[in-house]
């Protein structure tokens, strides 16, 4: 991080440090007790740079391993528990029996910091993501802040606030609006990382409203947050919310595929109760940018050349930087590591050129290779992108689009029919069709009131409760149904086929004589199946030349086979992640300045590769879940390879038939393993923690810092073995867990091995 905090900051908790007893940590070895100080930093190991009263990461020469080094100085692995919340959702009534264990009538800030100590003397050592506001450290609305406290973990959500609720900013969700050649899952979304709503979002940080990081009033200020010793970083996504970033199976999601097969607008999303203002899918407009080498046109200052590598340096306000203004954050840059970039203008002519990669950056600069004579230049423009016309995209493609824009037009203000105080159904035939699906505007008395969703918006039966207002009920291929704003509209329901133009419009009672109904849309556009547009705005995925997702992603693990379209597509998939984790990173670091940032949790070893590269250009430490195939121990260290960033490992694991939450093996889902006992699950858990921690890159660097575990109990609602502790509060020790404390049945001894493998790095490690 490279950041300081002032002397007072580190800190009155230094006195803390040395008066802390050994009993602060009641079944530890009295060895190891002492050797730890406040946040569970090892005092025989100090680190080379010393403290900077926030924790940070550091790759360390004598040991050969990545370390945290805690705020005051010392090295640090983190053991996270993950949702230490008594009131989580598959809880039950765990809370209750905590309230009777410790004598106590009901949940505060007594019941979570005894948790918090029951969980520390089992070598756990932070406050994991989504806990409980009872268990932070620094002060919220709750209160003080637990007295018991435990470097901690926020886990933020930019890419669930789709409706912008607070800063009143909604942007568009990729997936949901991915056309009919999608047949798979659309509840968990991407986000439309160039809509500048998103931006806005991740930039939001009004604390008396709905934000990313918690709710309103949460939090008291940022900068209590920044200078708080305990606070380890922030999580900057969960990656259940993010679609294709959970790489811990073949996971056949790209998410360049996603953006290509979009729409170029949307009007109107029932799933999210939204008409937009800015109905442009600005993702989908980017590819088309980045694909004719236009896209983040930056004004550069100079440009040099040595040896073989070119220096671009670029204004530092010379792009659109991000919310809340252009320059307000140094860790946003346009471009990123592998990025195509395009140098064009330089008075010098011979850096002029197209599909040079960035090997390296800095805040304001890039480099690429480029061979040539040592010169020096000022002037010109980088852009970044392959730089086609149509033309040579339809010839590396093997396509026929007539255009890189779209071949659809447009219709304003066409009337439907005018109201008479009796009428409350209206039909109308559009004066052209086909009509493009998403870009159906009703407006009444020029009001914009609703519009159209098509057949294939149709969330799985599970989340009809999330999203009550998909639209595909069994509609016909073709067709669509009108949706008015709830609350706002007195549209109730309509139907339109967008292939004969016809238009139905519902009302819940009959609009005042005079009231002109109108309708505004695009034709001939997309999608290309049945609006039958031949621009590339206008693809849907149904073109013959176009992949499918799932192939996509399997020509990703062989790049020495890609064709150019396949080639092209892994390009864009870097832009856009480098978009998405440049733009986050910047929103928390303009929040929390002196703080880590992690995450997403988790990614994973099956990630394609641009992810993971990018991911390692600016988050601290990814987080990473793993798999259970045969390569479950060589996968993390060619994931490490490509991000050269440290890992912290979230992990669950499940031993159902010896548990409170009791069901075979055999039906145990969510790919994680189930294991017979207890003891088994224990002995699982040690060989994963204890195997990831010595393994090393090909740098030959330990790359683990850490370990987040889901959760404290077991999930009722889910009949899960997650949990540490029994629905009842008791530990899985062999002694808590028992019939003697109200358990149906004895269970085994996790806990053993789980504070074995928690302290394993607790050795003399200091050569």
Not at 436 to 450: H, I, P
Request: hydrophobic residues 35%; aromatic residues 12%; contains cysteine.
């Amino acid at each position: 991080m490279g950041h300081q905090l002032g002397h007072k900051i580190l800190f009155s908790s230094l006195f803390v440090l040395i008066c802390l007893p050994v009993a602060f940590f009641p079944q530890f070895p009295s060895s190891v007790a002492s050797r730890l100080d406040e946040f569970g930093g090892d005092k025989l190991n100090r680190c080379p740079d010393g403290a900077r009263g926030a924790f940070y990461v550091y790759k360390d020469q004598a040991s050969h391993r990545w370390w945290f080094c805690d705020p005051a100085g010392n090295r640090f692995i983190t053991n996270a528990v993950q949702d230490i919340d008594p009131y989580s959702g598959g809880g039950g009534d765990w809370w209750k029996y905590a309230v009777r264990r410790y004598g106590l009538t009901q949940v505060d800030y007594r019941l979570i910091g005894r948790e918090l100590d029951r969980i520390r003397s089992i070598g756990f050592n932070t406050v994991g993501e989504d806990p409980s506001v009872l268990a932070l450290p620094f002060r919220t609305s709750s209160g003080p802040g637990n007295p018991t406290k435990l470097p901690t973990l926020l886990m933020v959500h930019p890419s669930l606030g789709y409706k912008g609720i607070g800063c009143e900013c909604p942007f568009h969700d990729t997936l949901s609006v991915t056309g009919p050649a999608f047949n798979g899952w659309r509840p968990a979304g991407f986000p439309d990382v160039w809509d500048p709503n998103w931006a806005r979002r991740a930039y939001f940080a009004d604390l008396t409203k709905q934000n990313m990081w918690f709710g309103p009033n949460v939090l008291k200020s940022f900068q209590e947050l920044d200078h708080s010793p305990y606070y380890l970083g922030t999580v900057i996504e969960d990656s259940d919310q993010v679609l294709g970033f959970k790489g811990v199976q073949p996971d056949p999601a790209n998410d360049a595929w996603f953006v290509a097969v979009d729409p170029p607008r949307q009007v109107w999303s029932g799933r999210f109760g939204v008409l937009y203002s800015d109905p442009v899918m600005h993702g989908k407009q980017e590819f088309a940018d980045w694909l004719q080498g236009e896209a983040d046109p930056t004004s550069v200052k100079s440009i040099s050349r040595k040896g073989n590598t070119v220096t671009v340096t670029f204004e530092r306000c010379g792009f659109a930087g991000v919310p809340p203004g252009p320059c307000s954050t140094t860790n946003y840059q346009p471009f990123g590591l592998s990025e195509v970039v395009n140098i064009s203008g330089v008075r010098e002519a011979s850096f002029n050129g197209k599909g040079f990669k960035v090997v390296s950056q800095t805040a304001d600069s890039i480099r690429y290779v480029q061979r040539g004579p040592e010169l020096s230049s000022q002037g010109g423009t980088v852009t970044s992108g392959p730089g086609y016309t149509v033309d040579t995209l339809n010839m590396a493609w093997g396509a026929k689009y007539s255009t890189l824009g779209s071949s659809g037009a447009a219709v304003s203000g066409e009337v439907v029919g005018q109201g008479d105080g009796r009428t409350s159904s209206f039909t109308h035939e559009l004066s052209h069709k086909p009509a493009d699906a998403w870009s159906v505007v009703v407006t009444v008395n020029g009001k914009a009131e609703g519009g159209d969703c098509p057949w294939f918006d149709n969330a799985p039966w599970q989340f009809k409760n999330v999203y009550p207002n998909d639209c595909g009920k069994g509609l016909a291929a073709g067709t669509g149904v009108i949706q008015g704003l709830p609350e706002r509209s007195d549209i109730n329901s309509g139907a339109i086929d967008y292939r004969s133009g016809k238009v139905t419009i519902n009302f819940r009672k009959p609009p005042k004589g005079g009231t002109t109904i109108a309708v505004s849309y695009y034709y001939d556009g997309w999608p290309r199946a049945v609006a039958h547009g031949t621009g590339f705005l206008d693809e849907d995925g149904t073109s013959p030349w176009m992949p499918s997702f799932a192939t996509l992603r399997a020509a990703a693990d062989h790049p020495e086979k890609q064709t150019r379209l396949e080639k092209d597509f892994d390009g864009f998939l870097n832009h856009l992640a480098q978009r998405y984790f440049s733009v986050l990173t910047g929103a928390v670091h303009a929040a929390v300045p002196h703080h880590l940032v992690l995450g997403p949790d988790f990614m994973g070893p099956y990630d394609l590769a641009p992810l993971l590269v990018q991911a390692g250009q600016y988050v601290d430490v990814l987080i990473m879940g793993e798999t259970q195939d045969s390569k479950q121990f060589e996968l993390p260290q060619h994931a490490y390879d490509l991000a050269q960033k440290p890992f912290m490992f979230s992990e669950f694991i499940l031993g159902n038939p010896d548990s409170d939450t009791p069901r075979p093996c055999a039906t145990t889902d969510r790919g994680n393993g189930c294991l017979p006992t207890q003891a088994l699950r224990g002995k699982t858990y040690y060989k994963r923690w204890t195997t990831y921690f010595d393994s090393k890159g090909s740098d030959g660097y330990g790359f683990m810092v850490g370990w987040t575990w889901w959760g404290l109990f077991d999930s009722k609602t889910e009949n899960e073995n997650y949990g540490l502790e029994t629905l009842r509060g008791n530990l899985y020790d062999g002694v808590e867990a028992t019939t003697k404390n109200g358990e149906p049945a004895d269970y085994g001894d996790f806990i053993g091995s789980v504070r074995a493998a928690n302290l394993y790095w607790v050795k003399d490690r200091s050569k």
